[in-house]
């Protein structure tokens, strides 16, 4: 079985890779100055933009959060799929990120009636992956991610924090739960 990346998937990664391409340009920041932030060396941020390597997804969500974005899911509506607000205690700001993208994926394969093997078949990755990525222990390639989205019926994309920040505001007024 192999991973089920199509062409809308490679765009949508680079989209992401190039939006944090240009905040770090028009930041003035150099690919070092960046990489001094990051437990990588500075030619792994060259790659990285360049898409000579994917970087893990660890990687990504550290870069995205030194460049003032974060990685959302965005519904079938265009709208901010809400995963949970705050970290749990002593929690790494990583897995906090990482449980905060799996959890409305979870919620949308449970209200779609999808079991996790369908969903892995769909995406071309194990039911065994699946309940890793959902619970958290293992964490998907920045592709497979974006795969998973998509098989869903989601998006993933990069936001600025604060739109993050006015849109969680919006969607935490009394209201429908967002599923």
Do not use: K
Not at 21 to 37: P, V
Not at 60 to 71: C, F, N, Q, T
Not at 92 to 120: C, D, H, K, T, Y
């Amino acid at each position: 079985m192999g991973l089920r990346a199509d062409y809308v998937a490679e765009r949508t990664l680079t989209r992401m890779i190039n939006g944090l391409r240009s905040a770090r340009l028009q930041a003035g920041i150099s690919q070092n100055t960046l990489s001094s932030g990051l437990p990588v060396r500075g030619r792994a941020i060259s790659e990285w933009e360049t898409r000579a390597i994917e970087p893990t997804l660890g990687h990504l969500i550290l870069w995205s959060r030194m460049l003032g974005r974060r990685l959302v899911v965005i519904g079938r509506e265009g709208d901010l799929r809400i995963g949970p607000a705050r970290p749990w205690p002593g929690e790494s700001w990583e897995i906090f990120e990482r449980r905060r993208l799996a959890v409305p994926l979870r919620n949308r394969r449970l209200a779609l009636g999808m079991g996790q093997g369908e969903l892995g078949r769909l995406v071309g990755v194990s039911r065994d992956s699946i309940q890793r990525w959902e619970l958290v222990r293992v964490p998907p390639r920045p592709i497979a991610h974006v795969v998973w989205a998509q098989r869903l019926g989601y998006t993933l994309d990069l936001w600025p924090e604060v739109a993050i920040a006015e849109q969680a505001r919006r969607l935490r007024r009394p209201g429908p739960v967002l599923v």
